[in-house]
């Protein structure tokens, strides 16, 4: 899953570790459909990060799409499973009502 864009910005900081450049990140919408006609989506989220001493914007940028996938994935297998249960329900009901 691609980022949709980082933005990099000057700001103070008291951490000492940061150099003062803020990036942040986007993570773009995704709709995933399992079946025709029903469909649930994941995102966007955005996050944003302090680059360390010693790091490029670049590697920030990484790091931070590091945290973002990991927080995408997680939230994509609870809205699947969620999804899941709910089309169980769904087909359960049909059944009932023969």
Known sequence: M??????V???RTEDEDATGTTV?????????????????????????TQVR????????TVRLHAELDVAAQQILRDK???YLRSLKGI???AGRTR
């Open 80 to 82: 699947s499973a969620a």
């Open 53 to 60: 001493a010693g790091e490029t914007i670049a590697q920030a």
């Open 2 to 7: 691609p980022p949709g864009f980082a933005v």
């Open 24 to 48: 942040t990140a986007t993570w773009a919408e995704e709709q995933f459909q399992p079946v025709q006609f029903n469909s649930f989506r994941v995102g966007p989220f955005a996050a944003s």
């Open 9 to 11: 910005q000057e700001t």
């Open 91 to 93: 087909a359960e009901q």
